[in-house]
């Protein structure tokens, strides 16, 4: 089994900043890549970033320059640095981690979601 459990959500005030972490455990063999996304109420959920295991990334345009995707490739975490956040940004954020098996099946994981309030 694998569990993905996030951390570091919370209530901010607009130009301020947030970290979550994400922390992946139980039988893992290959993790590709990582990401989180979000869900704002009434929205579908949407990418927000990711990150391969080489260490590419891939943001959104709505956070591109704010926030920072990032991966402790030891630690199986991934994590996302946000800068300047604004009202817009709130929403529960989702990890995401796209794993091969030992056998060579793929799927992909999400995480029990963090909620992240920024108010104006």
């Known amino acids: 089994q694998v569990q993905l459990v996030e951390s570091g959500g919370g209530l901010v005030q607009a130009g301020g900043s947030l970290r979550l972490s994400c922390a992946a455990s139980g039988t893992i063999f290959s993790i590709n890549a990582m990401g989180w996304y979000r869900q704002a109420p009434g929205m579908q959920r949407e990418l927000v970033a990711t990150i391969t295991s080489g260490g590419s990334t891939n943001y959104a345009d709505s956070v591109q320059g704010r926030f920072t995707i990032s991966r402790d490739n030891a630690k199986n975490t991934v994590y996302l640095q946000m800068n300047s956040l604004k009202p817009e940004d709130t929403g529960v954020y989702y990890c995401?981690?796209?794993?091969?098996?030992?056998?060579?099946?793929?799927?992909?994981?999400w995480g029990q979601g963090t909620q992240v309030t920024v108010s104006s």
């Open positions: 995401n981690a796209d794993m091969t098996s030992r056998s060579g099946l793929g799927r992909a994981y």
